[in-house]
């Protein structure tokens, strides 16, 4: 069963999204939090995840972030993660809230931003008992020079000084384009399969996406580092997802940082790239996913 749900962050803005909660369950169930990842809507196949989590028992919380899709937040289409990390935290409060949910069995599912996201959350947040990182960031700053050629770096970060001028002269914050079929156009997410995954799952799916963000969106992922907290996760149980293939959050990255983290963890190796993660592999990526909720959550 799902439903359309609203809840306040603690800094007053309204997040919406869907509650799933499965038929004819007795008692307060367990419930998963989820979020999507740079620039996407709860309809980017989030749905679908959940009716999977649904079927096996679990409850589950979807949530489009602030500034995205149904929340409200501004400026529109700004991407602060620390603002999402604390939007997660929240979501945790109000999930815990619901008469059906049981607020001690509780865990976080991230993908790709999100995904690097709830290491951060299942760090720093106890009340979070199980955690699934789906093809994570894992570094801010070293993906970054993966994804923009050395040579575009350095104008990419005058980019960025010019856009806090403006902005500290009262201007509106400038923004580029999430995706662009054009190799020599600036963008967030300048691969292909990004180009093609998103634009074609707006026309599918989620038509509420937009194909923009705000200049410091990419400026604040440049700065991210989630996988400095994977050390810390521990005790709590840590699934990760990694597309072996994936070249927009590289896979060598998240399956070193899997090393680094300490028990109890696991690895799931998908065998496509970042987007195959929510449809080629998506049978692979949401069953991995909902073992280790039911094994960690259901008999807790």
Known sequence: MRKDVEFKSEDGVTLRGWLYLPDGARGRVPAIVMAHGFSAVKENYLDKYAEVYDAAGLGALVFDNRCFGASDGKPRQHIDPWRQISDYRDAITYAGSLSE???NRIGIWGSSYSGAHV????AIDRRVKCVVSQVPLISGHRNARRLIRSDMIAIVQGMFVEDRKARY???APGMIAVVSNDPSAPCALPTPDSYEWFTETAKLRAP????EVTLQSVELFTEY???SYIEYISPTPLLMVVAA?????????AIAACGRALEPKKLTLLRGGHFDAYVKDFAASSSAARDWFVEHLSGA
């Open 101 to 103: 949910v049981d607020e």
């Open 119 to 122: 290491l951060v959350v299942g």
């Open 169 to 171: 002269a009262g201007k």
């Open 208 to 211: 509420a996406w937009k194909n």
């Open 225 to 227: 580092e989630p996988g």
């Open 245 to 253: 293939t994936d070249h927009l959050t590289v896979a060598d990255e």
